[in-house]
């Protein structure tokens, strides 16, 4: 190839991605914020995403593999659109955007996942741990006398970790007493979770419940509270499906985006599987 030819290939790859670039950069309301859009495109996610914007523009390529390139990068943007997975969760947690935690339980129980653990192995709260501080608080304000904690981590390096040992041992930490606290360690899914509430709920007689898990999540932990044909309270947290504003950064696949898409999949996906 003459170097004529070489310097029009690379012409023909470099144009579309440096476009984008000064675009983006163009686009941003300071020079702050496009900092932040550079710091996106060179991290990995970012970094991927303009290879494929090259490889889409190869010269020469030929008819199937620019189409798969293209494909690829449609789903590569796509999977990492903050927009998107706003737009996805927010229609999971929608029922739930105007609900308030009124009125008495007689227990409010969590369903695991709240919770992480150190390197050292201590239990502190993890992404979504706004499920332990809704409950703590409706137990501050008098709103219930018990707190029920549940799960098993069958997933963790030393082959399993009671998730609700860990949630009553943060609980503790914030001052609720033990005697205010229930485990059922056993669960390892959402269904055995929700069949353990019901089970402690008839054998202890209360009947006013509340479930606390992420937003997100309660649609499905609702449709399987029917299956079990037990009535609860549903007590939302850990929302995610705060308004994402409209600036261009947020068009550069990021690990916000495929966190919001992941996790709304991953309910349609629980969901179909029961």
Known sequence: MRISDRFRSARGVLAPVLAVVVLLGWAMPSGLVAKKVLALLVLPSGAVWLGLIALSAWPGLRRWPRALAILALVAHTAAGNVWLGAWMVRRLEAPYLARTDGGRFDAVCVLGGGTSATPGGKAQ????????????????????????????????????????????????????????????????????????????????????????????????VERLCAEEKWEMVP????????????????????????????????ELLGAAGG
Request: proline share 8%.
């Open 125 to 220: 709260l993890g992404p979504a741990g706004d499920r332990l501080l809704v409950p703590a608080r409706l137990f501050s304000e008098g709103k219930t006398p018990l707190l029920v904690a549940s799960g098993m981590n069958v997933t963790a390096a030393e082959g399993s970790r009671s998730l609700a040992e860990d949630t009553a041992l943060v609980w503790r930490a914030m001052g609720i007493p033990e005697s205010a606290i229930l485990r059922s360690d056993e669960p390892r899914t959402t269904r055995e979770e929700i069949r353990a509430f019901r089970r402690m709920a008839e054998a202890h007689g209360w009947k006013r419940v509340g479930v606390c898990s992420s937003a997100w999540h309660l649609r499905r």
């Open 235 to 266: 007590v939302p947290a850990d929302f995610l499906s705060t308004p994402v504003p409209p600036v261009a950064m947020y068009a550069i696949p990021q690990a916000r985006g495929f966190q919001y898409v992941q996790k709304a999949l991953w």
